[in-house]
């Protein structure tokens, strides 16, 4: 199988070649005006800065989690999971910083497009996201199959190295990939709303000036806050969740073969399948992006839905031919846990639809609701966002036992992988869309024409609703493959049976529970405290420089950046650290029943209040935009005032606790399989 | 045994005749002016007739179920568990009665006595507080020892009847209790805080005129909302706790005596224990009525603790005398298990003290965002929400550990009761701070003088630190003995284990942690669109009606209580279905295994997002507190604006969803017990 193992990686190194003529392509585009090109390089400038000092100080985290690793594993002498674990931090590293590089480049080149043609625009956005995701799935995949390999070459490729010590090492890759994704969430998340809120409401609401006006202080870090919070976050985020995905049902290959009565000689191809299935994923991508082009008439959102779309739709049947290909058995029984995870990811993604855009109920209501003032707007926003976990929940727990039925647990991490395999174009087109709302920043304070602007705005109103298709997908796909993790966890700590019964897997589940909303709190609390940081110093600068208003001043870009960076950094702290802690704590503190609790408890609340979280925020942000149509008064009317008090609460539920708790549980997870054979 | 059953009843009825001696010193007592007579009969009749249509609507869903109950369980001859069910709900609907009808003679009545002394006044509110203290102990020890009574002399007391038809048929009462419990909390909650919510946006923000201020149409729907929601509202939630921790003990009490090898002859002991330890909890919550007084430079929150606590301090020898001397066997474990129940009740009250007064850092923390805009106070508020669910979770697990270990199954349920005890006084107690609330109300309304309206504050100020303490033990008893019924639940359908790792299972968990987040937003958005309608009218009343501002007009009160009125009937019906509706479906649909998945999943989000919302409101509310006594600008400033929107968000959070879940994981833990002999 070892052969397969090696075409597998190299689709890996294929998708970086491809990546790399991407990225080559897009520098070699017009960059536009010195004043864009010198806006552009302070967005740069201050992207990359942040990057460059977030992974100093993650450094010591890698370090000093590999050295314990290290030391815990020392009697078994496997030294070797520290090795995975750093590999697994350097290449989620990597991704982001390749993919912010280009999307920094690419940003500036779209503005510069938009001057001509918008299918010249949407090119170029397009193919600066496609770096980030060919980035993401490449390391992904080249790390992982080399490191099987490395490893099957010291342990041996029979069974029981496989399933014993090359998948517990192995799975150090994961608790990297996982531990820089949350802290790049959490971070990013900081960074990015603290901006954002600190630029909207003193910029729009207290001195009356438009988005992205270069008169406001905050108008740099806020467009820095969309690469380092949209781009490099989410691209460390899709990474850990690709690389979970894949892991996790790894592990749980054997179990199944040993189950369905597979011979001994055939049961590794279970786990090398997920491998084989990323591998056939990065095809159908790389062939993909070609399908996303667009004519100056054409609405840009069909070519980003034929790319989606096209994707999904090659890749189900070679998916089949893949599965009978590399594994003995029931063929359709694996495609359809597959299937099963794919439809479910739909299912949650057209509710996501109907509770956050603004041509339903639920955001009419929030709309309305504001008439009354910002409580009422915050009582319908808060409702609603609850509401909107009952749909996704039952697709959930349908997805579960149905795949479960299927392929049993390994059905349940195939539906999780099924809603990644495609991630490659997926990414690219979550990508897309910070490159062109940049794009329409800097057209705005390079003072570009109008009517490029207009074109901006129409590129970066579409790609919504594929942006809708990833959120439910990254929620689907986060709740599928912690179970499958879970019960990985379960497979490598020997745990036959955790019962609800059982007051301490009861007590597990009810502190596992209430993690989540205690990392959602540090989370909410550091946006808030650094936004009202940012608030008072634009406040400051807005009455201190004089002539800032009448633009012949120049802001203090510099000061608001530096206020979301040292934020970001200090505060992405407490709630990293406490992921990794609190499940190494219970499990040797409390032992294994506890920390299986515990895992239940953190994945259930986890999902339902991301979901919550997720979907309150984007209600809100949709309904202020329905507002700004022109519905109840308009932009400027009572009614606009109080939704806009909505839209900022749901800053930091959208954009920095809803996404990161979809890492969190997982990273739990991972923390518990790799510790797993030490507490078993 | 059964002499000692009756002894019990006898306190039940002494319960009851104590209430009726308390109820006739406050009628008797001087109702004041006649201008305070016609407010205090505007707020009496406007209560009454929401309580009496309420009970109209309830009294189809009572009759349903029974029906249900009757035909459900025809093949076993019992419908007696329908004759249980409809006692349960008479009852929980007589201590509401009773309670209201007495605090709203009292409320005038404090008033009135105000006017002259402030230990007057106190001892109205408190006696009148305590008529429902004892209305919901007596008929609850009452209506469950009479039906063990008749149930044991139809089916027989024997080991095996009580173990069977006997605590399976006593259980409808519980089930009656709760259900009704729901009913009025939601739709007390609905009314009350759509009144509070109309009268402080429009009153005190838009038209700037004092809280209580006759001239505001809402004024009077307010205090009505006063007593329906926390009086009738409150009284029905304890008598369901109350019931459901004594039962909850109750079945567990076998299993316990055949665990620790006691012979079968002393085996029903355990079964009476819980009864006798209520019994006993009204004698010394009788005895401890009379250390509440007060003179008249003294503080009279120091007369409140010392009931409280005087009662907690005689409670825990007694039930040691009572434990050795009912039941063999180690009765310092049993002991133990009540006191941790105990500590760990007020382990959670000082923790919620911590996050939701207005001395400490939470809350301080609010007040200071307030400065920054309403939407940094909201991301503040939810923030601390959040956190505030650390401390009392580790508690809870830390009292289910304790507790099972020293005790099993039955030393869970004796932790929920120990908190529970002495309900009696705690709710004279509670039940006293609507009563001063609403004397103060009608000072305002009636123009009394400013010294009056000072001790009315005064006394309303007071009972915060032993409110504060009552909701530490709702929360906390609520988690027991949900967790004591979800065990109940298991010994009566048989089921052995409870398997995690069986997806079925882990489904349940999912969608049963859904419920409370789909069951608070039902009663976030009926609160929002009921005050949405209430500011309209209050508007509208202020701009149409001449002379109302001056003074000379009079408001159209009545159409603002029909607003309330009509809200709180509709709207409570959804959520308390779902509740009672959602277990029999999952019981029957998906088997046992997930619907005791269901019931922890309930469980733990149910507990988790109480607190978050609990604590959230109380520190929003707080925080405004603290801006309108001078920090920040003080009152009219911007950042008490920013505070105003906190507090109403605040409001439902608090007074509506909040303490709502804490009867909702009981009602669905209690619907599964009825169900469960006929799954099994």
Known sequence: MNTLVIAVAGTGVLALVFAAWRARIVAAADPGTPRMIEIAGYIREGAMAFLRRQYQTLLYFVIGVAALLTAAN??????????????????????????????????????????????????????????????????????LSLLYLLFTAIFGSDIASVTGPVLAVLSGFSLGASSIALFARVGGGIYTKAADIGADLVGKLEVGIPEDDPRNPAAIADAVGDNVGDVAGMGADLFESYVGAILGAMILGI????????????????????????????????????????????????????????????????????????????????????????????????????YTAGDYGPVDAISASSLTGAATNLISGLAVGMQSTAVPTLIIAAALVGSYSL???????????????????????????PIADN??????????????????????????????????????????????????FQTQARLSALDLLNPVVMAGVFVGGMVPFLFSSLAMRAVGDAAGEMIEEVRRQFKEIPGLMEGTATADYARCVDISTRAALQRMMLPGLLAVVIPVAVGFLAGKQALGGLLAGVTVTGVLLALFMSNAGGAWDNAKKNIEGGAHGGKGSPAHQAAVVGDTVGDPFKDTAGPSLNILIKLMAVVAVVIAPLIA
């Open 255 to 354: 179990p199944y073969a040993v189950s369905i009565g597979v011979p001994e000689s055939e049961q590794l191809n279970f786990v090398i399948l997920p491998l084989a299935l990323a591998g056939l994923g990065i095809l159908v991508s790389i062939g993909s992006t070609f399908l996303v082009r667009t004519s100056e008439e054409a609405n840009p959102q069909r070519a980003l839905n034929l790319g989606v779309f096209g994707s999904v739709f090659f890749m189900i049947p070679l998916t089949y031919f893949a599965i009978r290909w590399v594994v003995p058995g029931d063929a359709l029984a694996l495609l359809g846990s597959m299937v099963l995870g794919l439809v479910g990811g739909l299912g949650i993604a057209f509710s996501t639809e109907y």
């Open 74 to 143: 020392w009697s078994q002498g496997t030294s070797l999971v520290a090795l995975a674990f750093a590999t697994g931090a350097l290449c989620s590293a990597l991704a982001g910083y390749f993919g912010m590089r280009v999307a920094t480049l690419a940003n500036v080149r779209t503005s510069a497009a938009a001057r001509t043609s918008i299918a010249q625009a949407l090119h170029i956005a397009f193919t600066g996201g496609s770096v980030m995701g060919m980035c993401v799935v490449g390391l992904g995949v080249l790390g």
């Open 439 to 488: 794009a329409g920043g800097i057209c705005e304070m390079s003072n570009l024409p109008r009517e490029v602007r207009e074109r901006t705005d129409r590129l970066d109103a579409v790609g919504n609703t594929t942006a809708a298709m990833g959120k439910g997908f990254a929620i689907g796909s986060a709740a599928l493959t912690a179970l499958a993790l879970f019960s990985a």
């Open 407 to 433: 392929a049993g647990l390994y059905g349940i991490a195939l539906g999780g992988l099924g809603m990644l395999s495609t991630v490659g174009i997926q990414l690219a087109v979550d990508a897309y869309g």
